[in-house]
C-alpha cells in the first residue's frame, strides 16, 4: 500500500525553477518516478528513480533541466525543474511501481507562463 501526497507546485515564469515533492506514508521503498498529463494530451513519464536512488531515466524533453532525486530516510522523492518552458505546464503526478501495477499521488498543477 502507498499513499502518496505531492507538493510545490505553482505558477513560474519561463526560465524559472520549481521542485516538486512526493512523500509516502507507506511501509516499503519502491521504484519511484514522475509523469505529467497536459490538457488533451497523453500522460507522459518524465523522469524515475530506483528504490536505492542511485538508476536514474529521464525523458528527452526534460533532460539536462529536471533532476529527480529521494530521500528515503524521509521517504520522499523530489523533482528540481529548472529552466521551465511554457511547454512543461501540465498536472504533475507522483507514482510508486509496486511489482506490476502502480500507485499515483493525486496530482499537482504546474504552470510555466511565457
Known amino acids: 500500500q502507498v499513499h502518496l501526497v505531492e507538493s510545490g507546485g505553482g505558477l513560474v515564469q519561463a526560465g524559472g525553477s520549481l521542485r516538486l515533492s512526493c512523500t509516502d506514508s507507506?511501509?516499503?521503498?519502491?521504484?519511484m518516478g514522475w509523469s505529467r498529463q497536459a490538457l488533451g494530451k497523453e500522460r507522459e513519464t518524465v523522469a524515475r528513480?530506483?528504490?536505492?536512488?542511485?538508476?536514474?531515466n529521464y525523458a528527452d524533453s526534460v533532460k539536462g533541466r529536471f533532476t529527480i532525486s529521494r530521500d528515503n530516510t524521509k521517504r520522499t522523492i523530489y523533482l528540481q525543474m529548472n529552466d521551465l518552458k511554457p511547454e512543461d505546464s501540465a498536472t504533475y503526478y507522483c507514482?510508486?511501481?509496486?511489482?506490476?501495477?502502480?500507485?499515483w499521488g493525486q496530482g499537482i498543477q504546474v504552470t510555466v507562463s511565457s
Open positions: 507507506g511501509g516499503r521503498m519502491y521504484d
Open positions: 528513480i530506483d528504490s536505492t536512488g542511485f538508476r536514474k
Open positions: 507514482y510508486a511501481k509496486i511489482g506490476a501495477n502502480y500507485g
